[in-house]
């Protein structure tokens, strides 16, 4: 009986080292050979338009890169695209909407605030004021605006806090309402994003407010994309203009090239 044990976990521990040799003599294949790289371009609203780069696996069979990449949403940081560190504070979401050949063409699907630049607004002795309303633009996008907005100490004040009532907040989050919706609901999506950075229907709302309650930091927080319409492609290309003719890089002549020409320059 003792035999036969020892036996059965001898075969057990060959059986387990055969089966680890096996696993080590697997040839491990590097994922991202199997990939290719694509260049990201963002609207025509912003001034960098190569936000970046990223990778998706080779079409192979029935499996279609460009699919695999439409609806990929991309986080940028308004500082990168427009080359000003003052709005490092806002994020940009851009969601790709067509592929064409290594270039994915992305367009705005909302954005949002970091959590430091949130955290440095909110305050004790002052009012917050928020609101949020739903709009849709004259083609066809709907979204969620949230609003945000502190109240501000009057010029002759003596008092340390400026608490506002609450029918006064009640007022100024009606104004908020109305404007958000004026400014929005008047215009397309390119026009609206031009209005976003900034920062028009902000100043807007603070300036209307003001005679309600001073307000200060006045922001539009967050946009989120609800709704969009049916894909056009001559609608992208009117943000995006063409790449065909984009030039990648410069050539460089080799340095086995430039040798025989310094040469003959000496010569």
């Known amino acids: 009986m003792g035999c036969s044990l020892g036996g059965k976990r001898e075969k057990r521990a060959r059986t387990t080292r055969m089966r680890a040799s096996a696993k080590n003599l697997v040839e491990i294949v590097d994922p991202f050979s199997k990939k290719d790289w694509y260049d990201i371009k963002a609207p025509s609203m912003f001034t960098v338009r190569n936000v970046g780069k990223t990778p998706q696996t080779r079409t192979q069979g ?12 991309f986080e940028c940081s308004l500082a990168d695209l ?4 003052d ?7 851009l969601k790709c909407e067509d592929v064409q050949g290594k270039n994915v063409l992305t367009n705005f699907y909302g954005m949002d605030f970091t959590t430091d630049k949130i955290r440095s607004l909110v305050r004790k002795w002052f009012s917050l004021i928020e609101c949020f309303v739903d709009v849709k633009t004259t083609d066809g996008y709907t979204m969620r605006v949230f609003c945000i907005g502190f109240t ?34 008047s215009c397309d999506l390119k026009e609206l994003v031009l209005k976003f950075i900034p920062e028009v229907i902000g100043k807007e709302i603070e300036k209307s407010c ?8 006045v922001y539009l927080r967050k946009v989120k994309m609800l ?3 049916k894909f056009d492609v001559t609608k992208l290309m009117e943000v995006h203009g063409d790449y065909s003719g984009e030039e990648v890089g410069q050539q460089i002549p080799r340095a086995e090239e430039a040798k025989p020409e310094a040469a003959a320059a000496e010569e």
């Not at 709005?87 to 979401?93: G, T």
């Not at 010029?155 to 989050?173: G, L, N, P």
């Not at 003001?210 to 930091?217: C, D, F, T, W």
């Open 210 to 217: 003001s005679g309600i309650y001073p307000l200060q930091n």
């Open 152 to 185: 501000k100490r009057r010029v002759d004040q003596t008092k340390r806090t400026c608490y506002a009532q609450s029918a006064q907040i009640r007022k100024i989050r009606a104004k908020m309402v109305e404007i958000i919706k004026r400014e929005c609901e």
């Open 227 to 229: 709704k969009t319409p």
């Open 87 to 93: 709005q490092a504070f806002r994020k940009m979401f």
């Open 82 to 85: 427009n080359q000003d560190e």
């Open 62 to 73: 029935t499996k279609i890169a460009s699919d695999g990449l439409k609806g990929r949403i």
